[in-house]
């Protein structure tokens, strides 16, 4: 198909400073309940435009949007230059999930949209500190749709939690670019059910028969799949609280999974996080093909539940659509949907290691029987002490002399003279001379 799509440039205030028309090639893919990525080839860098931290967005298409993350550029102007980025949902990469001020975990009993948004927003957009929130991001109100599930957080990823809860309800997540009023708006989607099964709407079928499939691929695994969540709560050893989802499978045909749930106080949250756990394990029954480009986003979209029939491979199912990739090159314009569950990344499948893995409880023993005494240490050594004026001397006993150390200060400073004392009393006895010549010693009486 004949299409040709211009790339728009915002700076990081999102006001709009350029054009793109021409270029080598350009691949958008957009996915249902994460983040997408672009590259665009161009020869040249336009300076301005096309820095990191800047947006993107397709012609006027408030979702087809993204920030650049990584520019390739070298001396052979035969290669053209490469812009590498992701989707505006890879903000919420960016974040962690903060329990509210006082409380060791966000808790939720409510439907999935409600605490998607409720994440998004004290996380990310409208945080308690001003310096965690996202300039320009706002979060669309709440329709409260998906089932209402008991859910906790503390310190995980922001962008798993919301994966996690939109696997777990089908809804998705975009966010969109607003160059009018100049806003990142967060929002969650909801698919359309155009599968054969239903009757409100025409169906959406592509199938082979019908020349609307081309360049198929058909993945069906189920190396990863769990379907029986063995969820442990609080306590320890056989005290510990365990609920089973999934219990009903057996045989060969039974899948465990352990989830260490000790941090739920309420035992009732157990069934939910089980089945939280269970979505991020399903089977991968996916079906990538290219697809009539005439069709996208007027008979159907991303997120949208499908019917695919493709005979030769045995497919025969009514899926959502979870990704779409679209490109842009010498050969025009084509799209490729992938359906049912997208198959996970390299850097996914290493991330997941670990994640489930029980944590080894310490169960204590009864007390075990005392140990047999020890060998006798080598003899110790004394040490002896003689005074010597002010001087204290130490020596060992094995030593022939006293090491000395003088216990007394240097001597201080002459003080200040002291103020003058009270005048005395006069003298008790006084001398007199008589007319004769004689010494006389009398005797004074003190009446005081």
């Not at 052979?76 to 949902?89: M, N, S």
Request: hydrophobic fraction near 30%; charge should be negative; glycine fraction near 10%.
């Amino acid at each position: 198909m004949d299409r040709h799509i211009n790339v728009r440039f915002f700076d990081r205030e999102l006001n709009f400073i350029g054009e793109l028309d021409a270029y080598a090639g350009l691949e958008f893919i957009s996915r249902w309940t994460r983040y997408g990525e672009f590259k665009i080839f161009v020869y040249g860098i336009d300076q301005k435009q096309m820095q990191k931290g800047h947006y993107i967005m397709l012609d006027n298409d408030r979702r087809k949007t993204g920030i650049i993350k990584r520019i390739q550029n070298g001396d052979d102007q035969d290669i053209p230059a490469e812009l590498d980025g992701f989707t505006l949902a890879h903000l919420l990469t960016q974040r962690i999930t903060y329990p509210p001020a006082g409380r060791a975990y966000h808790e939720f009993n409510a439907p999935a949209e409600d605490i998607i948004c409720a994440l998004v927003r004290a996380n990310a957009a409208d945080t308690a500190d001003p310096r965690r929130s996202i300039p320009l991001l706002e979060v669309q109100a709440s329709q409260g749709r998906g089932d209402r599930i008991h859910y906790q957080t503390r310190y995980d990823k922001l962008e798993d939690a919301v994966q996690e809860l939109c696997e777990a309800s089908g809804l998705g997540i975009a966010v969109e670019l607003d160059p009018d009023r100049k806003k990142l708006v967060f929002l969650v989607l909801e698919g359309v059910d155009r599968s054969s099964r239903q009757t409100e709407r025409p169906p959406m079928i592509f199938n082979v028969d019908y020349d609307n499939v081309t360049n198929r691929e058909y993945v069906s695994d189920i190396s990863e799949y769990k379907n029986c969540a063995i969820t442990a709560g609080q306590g320890e050893g056989a005290d510990r609280k365990i609920v089973v989802v999934g219990n009903e499978a057996e045989g060969v045909d039974r899948y465990e999974l352990f989830v260490d749930a000790r941090d739920l106080e309420d035992e009732s949250q157990l069934p939910d996080r089980g089945k939280v756990s269970l979505a991020e394990y399903a089977s991968v029954d996916s079906y990538s093909s290219t697809v009539d480009a005439g069709q996208y986003q007027t008979k159907w979209d991303l997120g949208d539940i499908v019917a695919t029939i493709d005979r030769e491979y045995g497919v025969d199912m009514d899926e959502r659509v979870v990704e779409v990739t679209e490109a842009f090159d010498e050969n025009g314009y084509t799209v490729s949907p992938t359906f049912g569950t997208a198959q996970k990344t390299i850097l996914e499948k290493v991330q997941d290691v670990g994640k489930n893995e029980p944590i080894i409880e310490g169960i204590k023993g009864d007390a075990g029987d005392p140990g047999s005494q020890g060998e006798p240490g080598p003899q110790g050594i004394s040490l002896q002490y003689r005074w010597q004026g002010t001087q204290l001397g130490v020596k060992r006993e094995d030593e022939a002399s006293y090491q000395y150390t003088d216990l007394q200060g240097p001597r201080g400073e002459q003080g200040e003279q002291g103020i003058q004392g009270l005048p005395g009393k006069p003298p008790a006895v006084s001398f007199r001379i008589n007319e004769e010549g004689h010494l006389i010693m009398s005797e004074e009486v003190d009446d005081t």
